[in-house]
T-cell receptor, first 113, second 109 residues
Framework: KAGVTQTPRYLIKTRGQQVTLSCSPI?????VSWYQQTPGQGLQFLFE???????NKGNFPGRFSGRQFSNSRSEMNVSTLELGDSALYLC????????????FGSGTRLTVV | GQSLEQPSEVTAVEGAIVQINCTYQ??????LSWYQQHDGGAPTFLSY????GLEETGRFSSFLSRSDSYGYLLLQELQMKDSASYFC??????????FGGGTRLMVKP
């Protein structure tokens, strides 16, 4: 079966712009989480969605937001981009029931210039 | 919140056994997960310990001791392809993962 699909794979944006990243989870997975990975801060949790509801949110400013659609696809948005937002953004999905591990997508590499 | 500590780098020889330790300080801790990430790749789920003890999956085993706030990942019969970064991650009540800083494993011939 298809894995977690993230688009686009690479993105270059200018400071002050906004960006929307997309994630299609594995079919049947209702929980989608987003993580930011940087060399300095490592892997940090952004938020989790389950059945179109945000269940958890990490310690990121309000410029970072997300949503989930009825088909479980998810998007995250970053407004007013800063240089420090340059990172690999990873989406992960799981069934949402008993814990069975997350399946990660290959990520979107965002570069802010 | 949670914080997890693991060594930044480990080097071992092909065919050997290596243990990557993870200590944690946490509230609301539900269990410990391990993920492997090759350079340029996505993290891949390896194992999850909800209870104390050893979980074995092929060449990989993971251990958890809640009383010691400690866990480890054991890799046996190391292969060159095992060269990667390994992350421990704590699961909290909301199934949010808090990751350690990662251990870069280098396997040498």
């Amino acid at each position: 079966k298809a894995g977690v699909t993230q688009t686009p794979r690479y993105l270059i944006k200018t400071r002050g712009q906004q960006v929307t990243l997309s994630c299609s989870p594995i079919s049947g997975h209702r929980s989608v989480s987003w993580y930011q990975q940087t060399p300095g801060q490592g892997l940090q949790f952004l938020f989790e969605y389950f059945s179109e509801t945000q269940r958890n949110k990490g310690n990121f400013p309000g410029r970072f937001s997300g949503r989930q659609f009825s088909n479980s696809r998810s998007e995250m948005n970053v407004s007013t981009l800063e240089l420090g937002d340059s990172a690999l953004y990873l989406c992960a999905s799981r069934t949402g029931g008993g814990f069975d591990g997350y399946t990660f997508g290959s990520g979107t590499r965002l570069t802010v210039v | 919140g949670q914080s997890l500590e693991q060594p930044s780098e480990v080097t071992a020889v092909e065919g050997a056994i290596v243990q990557i330790n993870c200590t944690y300080q946490t509230s609301g801790f539900y269990g410990l997960s391990w993920y492997q990430q090759h350079d340029g790749g996505a993290p891949t789920f390896l194992s999850y310990n909800a209870l104390d003890g050893l979980e074995e999956t092929g060449r990989f085993s993971s251990f958890l001791s809640r009383s010691d706030s400690y866990g480890y990942l054991l890799l046996q019969e190391l292969q060159m392809k095992d060269s990667a970064s390994y992350f421990c991650a704590g699961n909290n009540a909301g199934n949010m993962l808090t990751f350690g800083g990662g251990t870069r494993l280098m396997v040498k011939p």
